[in-house]
Each structure stands twice: as C-alpha cells, then as structure tokens.
C-alpha cells in the first residue's frame, strides 16, 4: 500500500551545524550570516529542508544542546533579526528551516535553574532534585546509580541547595522534571512562538527521554548506559508527546522528527504511525553496530548485520522512516562505513545512493556532498566534544590510561568533534571558513577536499549528490516504493528492490546494487525482469546502454548502480 503524501516525505533535509558552516566576521565561529552567505551552495545542492543545530543562547559548553534562553540567539551567531533575515531567504529559495528543540535538559545558567536553586515561586519543582545519602566521610552518594551518557554519574550535589540535582548528560545540563504541569505550559508556549515565527518544524533532541518513572530505581549496572531501561520511552513519554502535539505543532503544516535512544521498531510506531505526535524518529540500532561492546572499544560491523537493522526499520515500522548515517553526533560517513583512503569517491558516492534510495526521509550532513571525512586528534587540548573530553579526564583520573595517546585511536573513531570540524570551503587557509582562529581544528586535509574542488571536479561527488537527488525528486518509486531486501547474507552486496503500485508512474521497479567492498566482485541478483541502467557511480559502466542482465553482474570496488526494471517480454 502507498503511503500518503506528505512534503516532508518527498524532501531531502540538509544539516547546517552553525557553528562550523561558514563565518561571516572574522571571530572563528560560523554564524547566521555566514549561512545566509552560502545559502545559493545549498540550494543549487536540490536540497528541500536545512535542520540548524541550536542557535539558541547558551554557554556552549555541550556546543549549543546546553540552552539558557529558548528565546534568544547566541552572541556568536548573530542576532534574532539576522535569524530573521535566515528565515527569509531560506523561503525565499522554496527551502524550509528546522530548528532543532532541546527540552529535555536546559543549561545550568537558564533562569528557570537558578531559580530552582534559589527555590522560588515554585521554580524548584522544575528540575529533579534528591537529597541522597551520605558515605561513611559523610561525602554526598547518587540517589541511583543512573549513569550521564557523557560518562560517570548522572547526580550533580549542589552545595547550596543541599541536595543533587539529575542529569543524564553534562553536570552543566540538568534535566526537567515533565511531571511538571507547569514546565510542560511553558515549554508549549516556547514551541509555539517559535512556530509563529514561520519554521517548519522541528527535530527533537533525546525527545523519548522526558519521563522518569517514579522513585527512579537502579539500573542494570552492566548496561552501557546505567538505567537507559527506566528513562527511556519511560512511563509517560506518549502523554507527554500527544500532549505536545495537541498544544502546538498540530495546529501547523510541521515536520517533526524526534531523536530517541534506545528505541525498537515497535516502539517507535507508537509515536510515528498515522495517529502518534511524531512524523519519524531518529534510532541508532544501525549507528550502535560497531558499538556493541561500548564507547572505548573500536569494532568492525558486518554487511548483513546492517541490511538486517535496515530491512526491519524498511517493512516493520508503522510510520515514515528516516535514512541517516551521519550527523553532528557521529563520525563522518566515508570513514566510517566507507573508505576515506584510495576509495573515498566511490565509497562516498556509493553511501550517497544508500542514502537517498532507502524508503524515508534523507537526512545528509554538512560536507557528506563533498566526501569530508574524519580528522586526526593528537592532542586532548585539541578535543571540543565534551563527551570524549570527559571520557578521556575521566579514564586519567581513574588510571584506566596514563595519557591521551593511549586513548587517541578510540578518539579519532568515535569523537563527535570528527562531524564538527569546519566546512571545508576552499583551499585557502583554514578552508575558507574563517579568517580567524577556527574555534575547532580545521581538518588538515582541506587543501584537497573542498567544495571548491568539487565544483571543478564534473563527475565527482558533489555532482553526484545533485544529480542523484534530483533523480529521487523525480521517481515516486524512490520516494513512496515498497522496499524488498534481496541477498540478505552476502558479505559485500548490498542490493534492494523498490516497487510502486501507479499506473502513472513513468518508473515504478527499481533495483539497487551496491558493493560495499574495496574488492571487485561477481554477483548474481535473483530478479526476473529486463533490467536497464538508470544512474550508477562508475563511468564505464553508466554510460552503458542496452539492458543488463543482474544475474550475472561484475562490480567494480564501492561501485552503486540503480537498474530499471520491467517485465521479461
């Protein structure tokens, strides 16, 4: 059955991380208007939505996610009349703008936490505060043994209140307390007034974590995350989601996508199918592949194993899907599930086809177009992520490793500051983002990857990306296609077919084949049908004409190729 239409389904959405995009003034750190002044790059991308990371105030000490005025843009940034101006002339070129929400924690510095410190007007019942107990030196204990996912406890003692306060990120991040009637009303009405102002949605940071279930019992303390069991998709979260939908976005043509650890497909249908608050989730069953044994481990993930996640995400979820592979939270794409050493413009290119032939709603990330790819860290000095930050402190404090270099492989694999270097311009210094002090390393490779480059480059992987999402704004079949796994045990093909029931449909069969291998291989695709060549990443092979026959198919390294299918005559 074809789903229903929907602009947020037929879109392709971009991710600006604001403060590494592009910076018009000099000071280090991208801004509103150096977006403004690549705005004409993204467009002519074929993109249809930019998701901006949080531009809100905030004393960035977890890179904008640590929020102190819902209602205010970050000095660094610009102004709310140069947000204004953003808005503008994202519409302006038929693009929409989603801002990301982060209403499960604030900062330490918002006004509502200092008021809770101060116990005013009410103001203390708006965060989760316990008193704890005491060990035998009379030094405060957790009241759990809840975990911060940036590692170490999730409990913050504040001396002058007398009693800890729940974080389950940053100590400088304490969490609201949703049991709240009076956090949730203002907490609407921030959402509306942004919805007022003319964006199309939002993406929602942790959205499955609001509610605690009461008396917050102890987690399984083998977990990776201590007690994720309990505050994940806790007792509460659909009340608390429809409620949120009812009080705001409802009333609006919104998208809305909301990050959710920890979630199972079924799970995730309740808040995405046809009746739930959400259009689609974000979930990290396939981003936890190469993290089964936790952060510090570096392991392989196998081909199977992710066709396995995707095809049940594909037929099982009763909703809309979303397709990523990278964001501001994870590694760069080519260096993680493809190559970013001799095959990094098949491999990037291969994982562009991945990413916008899938069923759902593409999600690309700044510098995916142009095969950025992961930086090397030598020095902690140099990290800005305060979660492999705080790991790294936290492993010398404890004697698990006596110096960085130690650390440093399990940095450089993991570390969020990979996704966070500046875009990678031009070839001057500092890739063209700055004409500053970058306030994070510039990759040292920018001098050879830079969009400038792939602008020169006619058949490279910026080219690639546009004609590709082109060709999904074109065939229905990409977008609304049913999703059929073929070949689900071959350690290196990936290949899928997408079929659409309409009769209008000029393409309404296709195939993708996709070697996700620096080795050429020989495959047989168990498709009856003629098979004709639509669009491909290997030269040779897409300026091919005539029909193919897939079953019996020789692929060139990270070779991709799409095929058009029709009935044997």
């Known amino acids: 059955m074809t789903a229903a239409r929907a602009w947020w389904k037929e879109a392709v959405v971009y991710q600006i991380y604001p403060q590494s995009f592009n910076d018009s003034n000099g000071d280090g750190v991208g801004d509103l208007q150096g977006i403004i002044e690549r705005l004409d790059y993204v467009a002519d991308l074929g993109v249809d939505v930019i998701w901006l990371n949080p531009v809100y105030q905030s004393p960035q000490v977890d890179n904008g996610y640590d929020i102190s005025d819902y209602r205010a843009i970050h000095d660094e940034y610009g102004t709310l009349e140069d947000w204004e101006e953003l808005l503008d002339e994202i519409h302006a070129r038929d693009m929409k703008l989603v801002m990301d929400l982060v ?267 142009i095969g950025m790819t992961n930086c090397p860290w030598e020095s902690v000095e140099e990290l800005r992520d305060a979660d492999a930050s705080n790991r790294v402190r936290l492993a010398l404090e404890s004697g698990d490793i006596d110096e960085y270099d130690e650390a440093r492989d399990v940095v450089e694999f993991r570390s969020r500051d990979n996704a966070r270097t500046p875009m990678q311009w031009d070839a001057s210094e500092n890739a063209g983002f700055t004409d500053g002090d970058p306030w994070i390393k510039v990759n040292p490779n920018y001098e050879d990857i830079n969009v400038a480059a792939a602008e020169a480059a006619e058949d490279g992987i910026l080219s690639y990306y546009r004609d590709l999402i082109d060709l999904r704004s074109d065939l229905d079949v990409l977008v609304y296609g049913e999703y059929e796994l073929l070949l689900p045990d071959h350690e290196t093909v990936y290949a899928y077919r997408r079929t659409l029931e309409d009769p209008a449909a000029d393409v309404d069969d296709v195939l993708v084949v996709l070697n996700v291998s620096p080795t050429a291989t020989h495959v047989s695709v168990p498709v009856e049908a003629e098979a004709a060549l639509l669009f491909g990443n290997e030269l040779d092979t897409a300026t091919e004409s005539g029909g193919h026959d897939v079953a019996d198919l020789d692929l060139q390294p990270y070779e991709a190729r799409l095929y058009e299918l029709s009935q044997v005559q």
């Open 103 to 369: 209403v499960n924690h604030t900062s330490d510095d918002h006004e509502w936490f200092e008021r809770s410190r101060r116990d005013e007007d009410g103001y203390r019942d708006y965060y989760i505060w316990r008193e704890g107990d005491t060990d035998e030196d009379g030094e405060p204990t957790p009241p759990n043994n809840w975990t911060s996912g940036f590692g170490g406890s999730a409990w913050t003692y504040d001396e002058h209140v007398g009693a800890q306060y729940l974080h389950l990120f940053h100590e400088r991040q304490p969490d609201l307390n949703w049991e709240n009637p009076d956090v949730r009303s203002d907490i609407y009405e921030m959402i509306d007034w942004w919805l007022q102002k003319g964006i199309d949605g939002f993406r929602m940071d942790v959205i499955n974590l609001l509610s605690k279930p009461e008396g917050l019992p102890d987690g399984d303390p083998d977990e990776g995350w201590v007690g994720v069991e309990h505050f994940a998709d806790g007792p509460r979260t659909q009340e608390f989601l429809d409620e949120m939908a009812a009080e705001t976005f409802d009333e609006y043509d919104s998208m809305t996508v909301g990050e959710c650890v920890n979630i199972d497909v079924d799970t995730a249908g309740d808040y995405v199918s046809a009746d739930g608050p959400l259009d689609m989730v974000f979930h990290f069953e396939h981003m936890q592949l190469d993290k089964q044994e936790g952060w510090w481990a570096i392991e392989d993930w196998s081909l199977p194993d992710l066709k396995s996640v995707m095809a049940e995400w594909q037929t099982d979820l009763d909703g809309w899907n979303t397709v990523y592979l990278g964001n501001h939270d994870q590694p760069r794409i080519v260096s993680r599930f493809g190559d970013d050493g001799e095959y990094r413009e098949e491999s990037a290119t291969l994982l562009a086809t991945f990413l916008l032939t899938h069923q759902g709603t593409p999600f690309l990330f700044q510098g995916d177009e």
